[in-house]
C-alpha cells in the first residue's frame, strides 16, 4: 500500500466513522422512546413484563430493570406453570459474639426473612441491627386515619425486585480500607488571601435584539445569533469591550436543533462554529477556566481576541434563575440587587459567572482565619471521596403509577419546600473521618449507637422492609443505571445500600412501623459548624430580597427583586453541589486536519467538515474546596424532610409519611405531589411547605414524568388564580 492509498483508506474510513455516529444516534433515540414507552405501558394495572417483552424485543429481566414496577408481583405473587424446584435456603451463620449482645427485639408484626443466596450473611457481610428510635407522638388532631395494614403472606418468598440493581461500592476489609480514613496531603480549604475581580457585563435578548450595558439600552439586529454575530456585534456596539454576555432569552444555540440528533450536538456544533478573530480562550487568573463549557441548556462559551488580550465569555442567565418573559433591562436589576444584598455580608463579594462558582467563592470567605480551623478544613482521601461520589445521591425523583395509586386521581396537590437546603447546613461532618464496622457498632451501648446515627455519618446497612408496610419507601436503593435511585417499598424487601444518618433515622423513627437496619460499615464524623455562617448571611439576603419583592410598589422591581432572591437559593443550592466535586467529563475540539491530536480515550461526540468534538472524563483534581461528605449530609436530611419534619411551634409535624398512604403521587427534589391537600404549617420560613398547586380532578393518574410537569404547570395555574390561594 502506498501513500495515496492510505490516505484514500483513511477517507473513507472517515466516512464510515460519521456514517455509524450518525446511526448510533438514531438508534440511541429508538432506545430512549422504547424505554418510555414500557414505562408508560408499566402504569396499566394489568400489565405483565411477560407480554411485554416480546413486544419490545427485550428479557424478562432487561424490562424489569427499565420498569422495576413490574418486578414484585410477577416475582411474588404470580404462579408460575411447572415451577422448578426451589433450592433450599443456606442456614444464616450465627453473628458474632458482640452483635448477638446487642440485638434488639424485631418490631412487632416483622416477620423476620428467610436468607437466600444473593442476601446470605456472611462473617465479612455481618451487621448489627440498629435501635427503633421513639419521637413524640403529634396532637390527635394532626395525626390522619391509616387503613389497617394487610397481613404479608406467610409462605411468601422474599422479594427479589433488588437483583436486576447495581452492586455499590464498599469499604476494603482491615488495614487497606482502613488507610482511606486519612486526609489528602497538603490540600484543605483555606480563607483566600486575595480579592476576585469584577468582569463587565451585558444582558442580551439574542430574539429581539436587546442590548443592556449598565444603565444603557442598544436595539442590535441578529438575523444569525451565532457565536461570531454576537461577539462582533457586541463589541461593535461597545468598542471598549465587555468580559461577560449573558444572553437572557433566545437561546441561540437550540435554532439548529432539527439538524441534530441530541440538544448536546447542537450545542457543540454552536459553540464550536467559525468566529472569525477569535479563537477558543484557554484560561486566565485564579478562576481559570479553559474552553467550552457544552452542556445542552446553559453552555458556556469562552473566546479570546486572536491577536490581543480580549477575553469574553458568552453565558445563559438562566442559571442563575428562570428568565422567561422578563427584559433584559429587569435581568440586569436583579444581579444589581443580587450584588448589594451580598454586599452587606460580604464586602469583598464579586458576582462570578456562575452561581455554583460565586457561592463556592463566598463561603471560602467565611472559612475561620483564627481558632481550631484557621489552617483550613483539609480534603477527604481521594478514596472517601470516590465512595461518596458512588454512594450518595441528590434529591429524590420518582413517579408512583397505578396501581399503587387511584388511575383517577381526586386531585393533584403541589408542596415545594421553600430555600430547603438552607434548613439543613446547620451541622457538618468535621474532623478525621473514623470507621465504624459492625463489631465497633455492636459493642456499644444503645445510647451511643442512636448518639452515632444521630450524628454527621453514611453508613452502610442491609434493610429490610417491614411486613405490614403500606407506605412509600424511605431508603434510597441502587437502581439499573448509573447513578439511579429507586425507593423499594413491597413488605418484606431486603436490599443493601448506603445512607446518611437523617435518613436512617426517619427510619428508625417514622410515624408507622420501625424498619430493620443492619449496620455493615459506617463513616464517622465529628460535629461541625463550617457552613453556617455562610448559610446565615445567604438566608438573611434571602429573606431581604424576598421581603422587597412583596413590598415594592414598582411591577419591574418587584420581579427584580424576586430573581435576585431566586438567584440567592441558585447560591446555596449549587454552592452544595460544587462540594460534591463530581469527577469531571472534558470536552474539547481539534480540527479535521489535525484528527490524530484527538485524545486516545476520548469519545467523538460531534464533528463538522472543520472541527472535531470530543469528550473524556478525567479523574478527581486536587480541588481544595471538594467537601462531599457536607453535600451528602445535606441531601439526605432534605430527602428525610421530605417523608418527615417536625415543627415544634405547631407541636406537629409534615412530610409525605404523615399523609394517608395511597395519596402520594411523586417527588421533585424538594416538592411532592399528593391527591388531597394537607394541613402543614407554612410561615414562609426556610423547609416549610409551600403550597404551590392544586388541580382538582378526577385526572388520570401521570404515568411520565411529561404528563406530571404538564399536571403541575396546570394545577400552578389554576392555584393562583385563586383569589384566596395561598402563595399567589
Same mark, same amino acid.
Given at each position: 500500500m502506498d501513500a495515496k492509498t492510505y490516505n484514500a483508506e483513511l477517507a473513507e474510513l472517515r466516512v464510515l466513522r460519521d456514517g455509524i455516529r450518525k446511526a448510533q444516534a438514531a438508534l440511541e433515540k429508538l432506545e430512549t422512546d422504547r424505554a418510555r414507552k414500557i414505562t408508560a405501558l408499566a402504569g396499566y394495572e394489568k400489565a405483565k413484563a411477560e407480554r411485554i417483552a416480546p413486544a419490545a424485543g427485550l428479557s424478562l429481566a432487561d424490562i424489569v430493570a427499565i420498569a422495576p414496577i413490574l418486578a414484585p408481583d410477577r416475582l411474588t405473587t404470580t404462579a408460575q406453570p411447572n415451577p422448578a424446584p426451589v433450592p433450599p435456603s443456606p442456614p444464616e451463620p450465627a453473628a458474632p459474639p458482640a452483635a448477638a449482645a446487642v440485638q434488639t427485639p424485631e418490631p412487632a408484626g416483622e416477620t423476620a426473612l428467610p436468607s437466600s443466596t444473593e442476601h446470605a450473611q456472611t462473617p465479612a457481610q455481618a451487621g448489627t441491627v440498629a435501635p427503633a428510635m421513639t419521637r413524640p407522638a403529634p396532637e390527635p388532631e394532626t395525626e390522619p386515619e391509616r387503613p389497617a395494614a394487610p397481613s404479608a403472606p406467610a409462605a411468601t418468598a422474599p422479594p427479589a425486585a433488588q437483583?436486576?440493581?447495581?452492586?455499590?461500592?464498599?469499604?476494603?476489609?482491615?488495614?487497606?480500607?482502613?488507610?482511606?480514613?486519612?486526609?489528602?496531603?497538603?490540600?484543605?480549604?483555606?480563607?483566600?488571601?486575595?480579592?476576585?475581580?469584577?468582569?463587565?457585563?451585558?444582558?442580551?435578548?439574542?430574539?429581539?435584539?436587546?442590548?443592556?450595558?449598565? #444603565?444603557?439600552?442598544? +436595539?442590535?439586529?441578529?438575523?444569525?445569533?451565532?457565536?461570531?454575530?454576537?461577539?462582533?456585534?457586541?463589541?461593535?456596539? /461597545?468598542?471598549?469591550?465587555?468580559?461577560?454576555?449573558?444572553?437572557?432569552?433566545?437561546?441561540?444555540?437550540?435554532?439548529?436543533?432539527?439538524?441534530?440528533?441530541?440538544?448536546?450536538?447542537?450545542?457543540?456544533?454552536?459553540?464550536?462554529?467559525?468566529?472569525?478573530?477569535?479563537?477558543?480562550?484557554?484560561?486566565?487568573?485564579r478562576d481559570r477556566m479553559a474552553g467550552h463549557f457544552v452542556h445542552p441548556r446553559n453552555p458556556v462559551g469562552r473566546y479570546q481576541r486572536e491577536h490581543g488580550e480580549q477575553h469574553v465569555e458568552i453565558r445563559s442567565a438562566g442559571e442563575w434563575f428562570d428568565t422567561e418573559g422578563t427584559e433584559p433591562a429587569v435581568i440586569r436589576d436583579a444581579f444589581v440587587l443580587l450584588w448589594k444584598a451580598l454586599r452587606r455580608h460580604w464586602p469583598d463579594a464579586v458576582l462570578m459567572g456562575s452561581p455554583s462558582q460565586t457561592g463556592r467563592d463566598l463561603w471560602t470567605r467565611t472559612i475561620p482565619t483564627k481558632g481550631q480551623y484557621a489552617d483550613g478544613y483539609p480534603v477527604l482521601?481521594?478514596?472517601?471521596?470516590?465512595?461518596?461520589?458512588?454512594?450518595?445521591?441528590?434529591?429524590?425523583?420518582?413517579?408512583?403509577?397505578?396501581?399503587? %395509586?387511584?388511575?383517577?386521581?381526586?386531585?393533584? %396537590?403541589?408542596?415545594?419546600?421553600?430555600?430547603?437546603?438552607?434548613?439543613?447546613?446547620?451541622?457538618?461532618?468535621?474532623?478525621?473521618?473514623?470507621?465504624?464496622?459492625?463489631?465497633?457498632?455492636?459493642?456499644?451501648?444503645?445510647?451511643?449507637?442512636?448518639?452515632?446515627l444521630f450524628a454527621c455519618g453514611h453508613w452502610h446497612v442491609r434493610v429490610t422492609v417491614p411486613d405490614t408496610w403500606t407506605h412509600i419507601g424511605i431508603l434510597p436503593a441502587p437502581a439499573p443505571g448509573d447513578r439511579a435511585?429507586?425507593?423499594?417499598?413491597?413488605?418484606?424487601?431486603?436490599?443493601?445500600?448506603?445512607?446518611?444518618?437523617?435518613?436512617?433515622?426517619?427510619? /428508625?423513627?417514622?410515624?408507622?412501623?420501625?424498619?430493620?437496619?443492619?449496620? /455493615?460499615?459506617?463513616?464517622?464524623?465529628?460535629?461541625?459548624?463550617?457552613? #453556617?455562617?455562610?448559610?446565615?448571611? /445567604?438566608?438573611?439576603? =434571602?429573606?431581604?430580597?424576598?421581603?422587597?419583592? #412583596?413590598?415594592?410598589?414598582?411591577?419591574?422591581?418587584?420581579?427584580?427583586?424576586?430573581?435576585?432572591? +431566586?438567584? %440567592?437559593?441558585?447560591?446555596?443550592?449549587?454552592?452544595?453541589?460544587?462540594?460534591?466535586?463530581?469527577?469531571?467529563?472534558?470536552?474539547?475540539?481539534?480540527?479535521?486536519?489535525?484528527?490524530?491530536?484527538?485524545?486516545? #480515550?476520548?469519545?467523538?461526540?460531534?464533528?463538522?467538515?472543520?472541527?472535531?468534538?470530543?469528550?473524556?472524563?478525567?479523574?478527581?483534581?486536587?480541588?481544595?474546596?471538594?467537601?462531599?461528605? =457536607?453535600?451528602?449530609?445535606?441531601?439526605?436530611?432534605?430527602?428525610?424532610?421530605?417523608?418527615?419534619?417536625?415543627?415544634?411551634?405547631?407541636?406537629?409535624?409534615?412530610?409525605a409519611l404523615h399523609a394517608p398512604p395511597g395519596t402520594i403521587v411523586a417527588f421533585r427534589t424538594d416538592a411532592v405531589y399528593l391527591t388531597q391537600p394537607q394541613p402543614w404549617p407554612h410561615h414562609s420560613q426556610p423547609g416549610d411547605y409551600l403550597n404551590k398547586g392544586h388541580l382538582t380532578g378526577p385526572i388520570p393518574a401521570p404515568t411520565t414524568e411529561d404528563e406530571l410537569l404538564t399536571l403541575r404547570d396546570r394545577g400552578r395555574a389554576a392555584h393562583h388564580a385563586t383569589p384566596t390561594s395561598e402563595g399567589a
Open positions: 437483583a436486576a440493581q447495581r452492586t455499590l461500592p464498599g469499604i476494603p476489609e482491615g488495614p487497606e480500607g482502613d488507610r482511606w480514613f486519612t486526609h489528602t496531603t497538603d490540600l484543605a480549604s483555606t480563607h483566600p488571601n486575595f480579592t476576585q475581580q469584577a468582569r463587565s457585563t451585558v444582558f442580551l435578548d439574542t430574539h429581539t435584539g436587546v442590548l443592556v450595558h449598565r #444603565d444603557q439600552t442598544f +436595539r442590535t439586529d441578529l438575523p444569525t445569533a451565532s457565536a461570531a454575530e454576537i461577539l462582533n456585534t457586541v463589541f461593535h456596539v /461597545l468598542p471598549g469591550g465587555v468580559e461577560r454576555i449573558y444572553i437572557t432569552a433566545g437561546a441561540p444555540w437550540h435554532r439548529q436543533a432539527d439538524q441534530h440528533p441530541f440538544l448536546k450536538d447542537t450545542v457543540a456544533a454552536w459553540l464550536n462554529a467559525p468566529t472569525p478573530g477569535w479563537r477558543t480562550d484557554t484560561g486566565r487568573g482521601s481521594e478514596e472517601l471521596r470516590g465512595l461518596f461520589h458512588a454512594t450518595a445521591g441528590q434529591g429524590r425523583t420518582e413517579l408512583i403509577t397505578p396501581p399503587h %395509586v387511584p388511575a383517577q386521581l381526586p386531585a393533584l %396537590v403541589e408542596y415545594d419546600r421553600t430555600f430547603a437546603y438552607a434548613k439543613h447546613t446547620w451541622k457538618s461532618g468535621v474532623g478525621t473521618p473514623r470507621r465504624v464496622t459492625a463489631a465497633t457498632f455492636a459493642s456499644w451501648s444503645q445510647k451511643e449507637q442512636t448518639r452515632a435511585w429507586h425507593y423499594p417499598a413491597t413488605p418484606g424487601t431486603t436490599f443493601t445500600t448506603w445512607a446518611g444518618g437523617p435518613e436512617i433515622h426517619t427510619a /428508625l423513627s417514622n410515624p408507622h412501623t420501625p424498619w430493620k437496619i443492619e449496620i /455493615l460499615d459506617g463513616i464517622l464524623f465529628d460535629d461541625g459548624k463550617p457552613l #453556617d455562617d455562610w448559610s446565615k448571611k /445567604l438566608k438573611e439576603a =434571602w429573606a431581604s430580597l424576598t421581603a422587597q419583592a #412583596d413590598l415594592n410598589g414598582d411591577p419591574d422591581q418587584r420581579t427584580a427583586a424576586h430573581l435576585a432572591a +431566586r438567584a %440567592v437559593r441558585a447560591l446555596l443550592l449549587y454552592g452544595i453541589g460544587a462540594f460534591a466535586q463530581r469527577p469531571r467529563t472534558v470536552t474539547g475540539t481539534t480540527p479535521r486536519t489535525m484528527e490524530r491530536d484527538v485524545p486516545p #480515550d476520548a469519545e467523538i461526540i460531534g464533528f463538522d467538515d472543520q472541527t472535531i468534538t470530543w469528550q473524556r472524563p478525567t479523574s478527581f483534581t486536587r480541588d481544595p474546596n471538594a467537601h462531599p461528605e =457536607w453535600a451528602a449530609h445535606i441531601w439526605s436530611s432534605a430527602r428525610a424532610a421530605l417523608l418527615s419534619q417536625r415543627h415544634r411551634d405547631d407541636n406537629t409535624y409534615a412530610g
